[in-house]
């Protein structure tokens, strides 16, 4: 019984069901079809662009919330690109060793979402205009610091999450 399909299982009056051989069983229903690679890049490049969006825009309203003085330490940018990156993190551990997820959603939420979230072309904005402004000491502080803590943040993120998340159901003795 394949769980997509109508199940009207039930005998009519004073009929009496006969046993069925499995072996020689047919599903009257045609196998599903496996999407062709067009329309599965196409639905990839869709998970993407949607994702980014909302990334994107998250981002966006993250700098409106919180706007970086010229000439300052660009701490929006910076705590942006160090979430997004633990974000990535408990996101890889969770769809690739904790659940079997959809296909779509690596592309989703990791290239889309976090993608555009993320803005490391930002950050080398930042650091330019930094340097630009005679604050070499500012902008080299910046690169290190955001390479540092975003690392970091991957690691814990991906630590923490293989911590606290349940793990997967394993196979008990006898089970073949």
Not at 16 to 32: F, G, K, L, M
Not at 43 to 64: D, S, W
Request: a positive charge.
């Amino acid at each position: 019984m394949r769980p997509d399909r109508p199940d009207d299982t039930s005998p009519a009056p004073g009929w009496q069901a006969q046993p069925v051989d499995p072996d020689t069983a047919v599903d009257p229903w045609p196998p599903r079809r496996a999407p062709s690679p067009g329309r599965r890049q196409a639905e990839i490049l869709a998970a993407v662009t949607a994702g980014g969006v909302l990334g994107a825009c998250a981002r966006y309203g993250a700098t409106l919330l919180w706007p970086t003085v010229p000439g300052a330490f660009p701490w929006t940018t910076f705590w942006i690109n160090v979430t997004g990156c633990a974000a990535m993190g408990v996101l890889m551990v969770l769809i690739t060793e904790r659940t079997t997820a959809h296909p779509l959603v690596r592309p989703f939420l990791g290239t889309g979402v976090l993608g555009g979230y993320t803005t490391f072309s930002t950050y080398a904005v930042d650091a330019r205009v930094l340097f630009g402004d005679h604050r070499a000491g500012t902008a080299l502080l910046y690169l290190a610091a955001t390479l540092v803590a975003a690392l970091f943040a991957v690691w814990a993120g991906a630590g923490l999450t293989r911590l606290l998340a349940l793990p997967r159901a394993t196979r008990t003795e006898g089970e073949a």
